[in-house]
């Protein structure tokens, strides 16, 4: 399984849209600003090859924060799991829609993960007294296919939250989405294990802070030169025709507050602190693909019971 679902990859040249469920959202949010050091790190936390991998995938572990046998439903059918809400579990937790997924057996890379409209709604921790909950839902597919040495990965996803913040209990309302292509070589090796190469291109965004164009171009990810970092590469983000450009220097410059080179419209600007997630092997990720792992191990078990 971990072979299977968790390795992916990548593509030269921006991805159109076809109009799935991520294009309905990317193309109704403004041109995301890109003219200050703050715009450009923001981006440059979640513009990367891996870390969007991760990011339009989380809806699986959400499956992993239950212990609820029953609820939601997880069957089995040959090389197809399904999660299915419509119920309560033990938590008190809402389940809604439904998660399909869809692989060529135990030993092939391709697999597809469909999104119809599935998520949760629970309790708002510290809103209790006004009722407070908060609701995530996922739609669109995130697809993967390839060989063991070099994966390509494709995601159509959009997020729906809404309901009140946990700490200020304000009402929220947000998209967030990513239409999006990539591959990655290394990939049989598993996530943060030995050296990976990721490619990719596409467009992401919220309904927040507005939509960007994204590139990685050969951002290496090796924990035995750089735990903290990518090793080399760059990821180009593009938005109201501003261009910023962030190379990844671990091989040359491995430091602990994870360290990046950008610059803004062809200017040279110095480093940027705290872009941790261009890194598979940073904790962000991590926690994102041991999650995945745990989590679809457990829709593997509770299916077979």
């Given amino acids: 399984m971990r072979s299977r679902l968790l390795a992916v990859v990548a593509m030269s040249g921006l991805w159109v849209g076809c109009g799935g469920p991520a294009a309905e959202a990317l193309n109704k949010y403004k041109p995301a600003a890109l003219a200050s050091e703050t715009d450009v790190k923001l981006w440059a936390s979640r513009a990367s090859a891996p870390n969007i991998y991760a990011s339009a995938n989380v809806a699986v572990t959400l499956i992993s924060s239950g212990q609820d046998p029953n609820c939601p439903v997880i069957a089995e059918d040959g090389n197809t799991t399904r999660v299915t809400g419509g119920c309560t579990d033990t938590k008190g937790v809402e389940w809604f829609g439904s998660m399909e997924l869809v692989s060529e057996g135990e030993d092939s890379g391709n697999t597809r993960i469909t ?3 599935f998520g949760y709604q629970k309790a708002v921790t510290g809103c209790e007294a006004s009722g407070g909950k908060a609701q ?3 739609e669109g597919t995130s697809k993967v296919t390839g060989s063991k040495s070099k994966r390509d990965f ?10 009140q913040s946990e700490g200020s209990c304000t009402t929220i309302s ?8 990539g591959t990655v070589d290394g990939a049989d090796t598993g996530f943060g294990d030995g050296k990976q ?5 596409g467009r992401i965004g919220d309904s927040q802070s507005g939509v960007i164009e994204v590139e990685t171009k050969a951002e290496v990810v090796d924990g035995s030169v750089c ?16 261009t ?8 040359t410059d491995c430091e602990d507050s994870s360290t990046v080179q950008w610059s803004l419209d062809g200017k040279a600007s110095g480093e940027l602190e705290g872009v941790r997630c261009s890194a598979v092997s940073g ?4 926690a994102w693909s041991l999650a995945l792992l745990g989590a679809l191990g457990l829709m593997r078990r509770r299916a077979r019971r």
């Fill in 174 to 181: 947000a998209t967030s989405a990513w239409e999006y292509k």
């Fill in 227 to 242: 735990d903290s970092e990518a090793a080399s590469g760059s990821t180009t983000v593009k938005s109201g025709g501003h």
């Fill in 244 to 251: 910023a450009v962030i190379q990844y220097d671990g091989a």
């Fill in 283 to 286: 904790p962000t990720f991590s």
């Fill in 154 to 163: 494709e995601v159509d996803i959009r997020l729906d939250v809404s309901g």
């Fill in 115 to 117: 999104y119809d409209g």
């Fill in 197 to 201: 190469t990721w490619n990719g291109s």
């Fill in 136 to 138: 995530l839902i996922f």
